[in-house]
């Protein structure tokens, strides 16, 4: 049987390097409207973060995910994110 690789990356926040699909993406489509992409398969540019509230709370304060999509992103995006999050972790709140 073949291994395949993965594809990786990187938390635009702490800069940890994990597989494709153990990150949460946000993605600005075309059209410059910001979406939470949980599937991972919009169009457009993406911006990823760990399934942690650490994460979440210095991506807020240092706006990296914004700088990073070149956008301003509303706190119901930031709100959506965190309900994943948590939703992820079964609940628990991390970090």
Known sequence: MKLTNLPQRSCVICRAQKNKNELL????????IVKVDERGKESGRGAYICYNLECLEKAKK??????????????EIYSQIENIIKKQS???VIG
């Open 25 to 32: 993406r946000i993605v600005k489509n075309k059209d410059n």
């Open 90 to 92: 079964g609940g628990d």
């Open 62 to 75: 240092s706006k990296k995910i914004e700088k990073s999509l070149e956008i301003t992103i509303s706190e």
